[in-house]
Nanobody, 121 residues
Framework: QVQIVESGGGLVQPGGSLRLSCAAS????????MGWYRQAPGNERELVAT???????NYADSVKGRFTISRDNAKNTIYLQMSSLKPDDSAVYYC???????????????WGKGTLVTVSS
């Protein structure tokens, strides 16, 4: 079994900061890409940021310069440091991981249940 668990969401004022965490656990041989996605009410789920195991990162244009993704490979964990938050950043933030469970099985994507971020005064 593989579990993806996010934490760190909450209510923050515009201009504030918040740090999200996501940990993958269970039967894991390797994780290629880990990333954050978000979905606001009425919108489709969208990419926020991703990080590969060798340190390459990718960001949505809307969060560049404000959000920073980091990864701890030893802990199978990623973080999302969010700064200068705007009301438009309000959404459920989901963690995604591309995981290989055994040497014989292919990589498969796993999702967490999400953590709610609300940016409001």
């Amino acid at each position: 079994q593989v579990q993806i668990v996010e934490s760190g969401g909450g209510l923050v004022q515009p201009g504030g900061s918040l740090r999200l965490s996501c940990a993958a656990s269970g039967s894991i041989v390797n994780i290629k890409i880990m990333g954050w996605y978000r979905q606001a009410p009425g919108n489709e789920r969208e990419l926020v940021a991703t990080a590969t195991s060798d340190g390459n990162t990718n960001y949505a244009d809307s969060v560049k310069g404000r959000f920073t993704i980091s990864r701890d490979n030893a802990k199978n964990t990623i973080y999302l440091q969010m700064s200068s938050l705007k009301p438009d950043d309000s959404a459920v933030y989901y963690c995604n991981a591309d995981i290989k469970k055994t040497r014989a099985t292919p990589y498969r994507q796993y999702w967490g249940k999400g953590t709610l971020v609300t940016v409001s005064s």
